[in-house]
T-cell receptor, first 113, second 115 residues
Framework: RKEVEQDPGPFNVPEGATVAFNCTYS??????FFWYRQDCRKEPKLLMS???SGNEDGRFTAQLNRASQYISLLIRDSKLSDSATYLC??????????????FGTGTLLAVQP | DAGVIQSPRHEVTEMGQEVTLRCKPI?????LFWYRQTMMRGLELLIY????????DSGMPEDRFSAKMPNASFSTLKIQPSEPRDSAVYFC?????????????FGQGTRLTVV
C-alpha cells in the first residue's frame, strides 16, 4: 500500500464549479500535511498547509481528519488557471525526521471554459 | 535568492554511460532532497540529507545510484551505469527545519532520457 493515496483523476470541470480532492495516508504518526500544486512540465510548489482545525485561503479550503487519516482540498469557483496537478504531501514521524516529505501521485484538474 | 538551482535542465545519454545531476540548495537551508518523477510512479523520494549528512537513502533504487553532499551548497546524484528505465525528471528540493509547516522549495528539475 502506498503511504499517500489520492483520487486517480483526472477531474474535468467547467469554470465556476466546485471541486474536491481527497487523500489518505497510512502512517498514523504523521505530523504535517500539505497540498502542493504542479503545473505541466514545472516543479511542484506549495499551495497550502493543512491544519487540524481546517484552513482556508481564498477559494481554497483544506481539511484534515486525523482519526480517519484523511485530507481534503476544496476549490470553489474554479478558474482556468487552476488547471494543474494537485499533490497531497505528508511528513513526519520517521525516527524524528519531521522534514521527510512523502508525495501522493497527484490528481489532475482540467478546468474547461 | 535564486532558489534551488539544478543542472543540467536536460540530459540525453546512451545506456551504460555515467550521468551526474547537480543541485545547489537555497542558502541557509539544512535539508536537501532528491526526488524522481515518472508518469507511472509519481514523485518518489530517493534520498535526503540534513546538514550534509545522508539521513535516509531507502528510496535509492539500486547500487547504480549514489548521492553526495560535500558541502552545504552543493549536491550530486550520480547514475552509473545508466539504463533506459532511469529516464525520468529528477528534482532537487531544499527546506529549513525549525518550523512545523516547513515548505520545501524545488528546483526546475533535470529531464533525463537514457536511450
Amino acid at each position: 500500500r502506498k503511504e499517500v493515496e489520492q483520487d486517480p483523476g483526472p477531474f474535468n470541470v467547467p469554470e465556476g464549479a466546485t471541486v474536491a480532492f481527497n487523500c489518505t495516508y497510512s502512517n498514523s504518526a504523521s505530523q504535517s500535511f500539505f497540498w502542493y500544486r504542479q503545473d505541466c512540465r514545472k516543479e511542484p510548489k506549495l499551495l497550502m498547509s493543512v491544519y487540524s482545525s481546517g484552513n482556508e485561503d481564498g477559494r481554497f479550503t483544506a481539511q484534515l481528519n486525523r482519526a480517519s487519516q484523511y485530507i481534503s482540498l476544496l476549490i470553489r469557483d474554479s478558474k482556468l488557471s487552476d488547471s494543474a496537478t494537485y499533490l497531497c504531501v505528508v511528513t513526519g514521524a520517521y525516527g524524528g525526521a519531521t522534514n521527510k516529505l512523502i508525495f501522493g501521485t497527484g490528481t489532475l484538474l482540467a478546468v474547461q471554459p | 535568492d535564486a532558489g534551488v538551482i539544478q543542472s543540467p535542465r536536460h540530459e540525453v545519454t546512451e545506456m551504460g554511460q555515467e550521468v551526474t545531476l547537480r543541485c545547489k540548495p537555497i542558502s541557509g537551508h539544512d535539508y536537501l532532497f532528491w526526488y524522481r518523477q515518472t508518469m507511472m510512479r509519481g514523485l518518489e523520494l530517493l534520498i535526503y540529507f540534513n546538514n550534509n549528512v545522508p539521513i535516509d537513502d531507502s528510496g535509492m533504487p539500486e547500487d547504480r545510484f549514489s548521492a553526495k553532499m560535500p558541502n552545504a551548497s552543493f549536491s550530486t546524484l550520480k547514475i552509473q551505469p545508466s539504463e533506459p528505465r532511469d529516464s525520468a525528471v529528477y528534482f532537487c528540493a531544499s527546506s529549513l527545519r525549525g518550523r512545523r509547516d516547513t515548505e520545501a522549495f524545488f528546483g526546475q528539475g533535470t529531464r533525463l532520457t537514457v536511450v
